[in-house]
């Protein structure tokens, strides 16, 4: 997996949407219009049975994003974004991504984080990495920020059954290594990023991927991944 690139992508967007958003708070007219803008959506939104609410929601929704595109930075970003999109578009179009239809047996996949309470904290930045610990798995649930999750699951002891793992980020990259035996089954979901799991690779946007592999549904102990990004990798091999 490459893994550099859609990082320093992710990042670079990220900054622009910050930018972007100081330059609006900081310029009086744009701070005021978004304050009236959340003022009519607020409005609105607790009033949406009514006809005089569905307006006042509406109206602020446009001046939002009026305001939005008076930044320079953001659309910078949208510029970017466009060209991103025509990048990837011509990458596939000179080199066919190859996609194997056997992949009966595993779908479309999605991205996994898993963390276990002893060994894991929810981050809002930084990395964390699960390699040389054995630790019995149990069903995990994870919110991170920006950063790397690696997680080697033949380390661990699974119990017979459903092993549930749910990872939500930001950005970032997600690294996960299962074990042959295990019935694995991968749900995925980004904005943009890079995808790899198993035999399957896809790298663009709005990726929304279900995968499991052949012995999934005989296998005795199986693992129920499901992960989302808003950008960034992830990668779930076999060891």
Do not use: C
Request: glycine fraction near 8%; avoid cysteine.
């Amino acid at each position: 997996m490459k893994k550099n690139r859609t990082d320093i992508i992710a990042y670079i967007f990220f900054a622009l949407l910050v930018a972007a958003l100081l330059e609006l708070v900081l310029s009086v007219g744009p701070l005021i219009m978004l304050i009236i803008a959340a003022g009519f959506i607020y409005y609105g939104q607790k009033r949406m049975s009514r006809r005089k609410g569905r307006f006042a929601f509406y109206i602020g929704i446009i001046m939002f994003v009026f305001t939005l595109f008076s930044s320079t930075f953001f659309i910078i970003t949208l510029y970017g974004l466009l060209f991103y999109s025509l990048y990837l578009f011509w990458g596939k179009m000179r080199k066919p991504r190859r996609v194997n239809v056997n992949i009966g047996d595993q779908p479309t996949g999605e991205a996994v984080r898993q963390k276990k309470a002893l060994f894991f904290k929810n981050l809002i930045f930084g990395d964390q990495r699960a390699e040389d610990q054995v630790f019995s798995s149990d069903n995990i649930n994870i919110l991170s920020g920006i950063g790397t999750t690696n997680v080697h699951f033949e380390n661990t002891v699974l119990p017979v059954g459903d092993t549930i793992v749910i990872v939500r980020g930001f950005i970032g990259r997600i690294q996960l290594y299962v074990p042959y035996d295990a019935g694995v089954s991968v749900e995925h979901s980004a904005i943009f990023g890079q995808t790899v799991v198993f035999d399957h690779e896809e790298t663009g946007f709005n990726q929304n991927v279900v995968i499991k592999n052949s012995q999934y549904d005989e296998a005795p102990r199986k693992l129920r991944i499901y992960t989302s990004l808003v950008a960034g990798d992830i990668e779930v091999i076999y060891r």
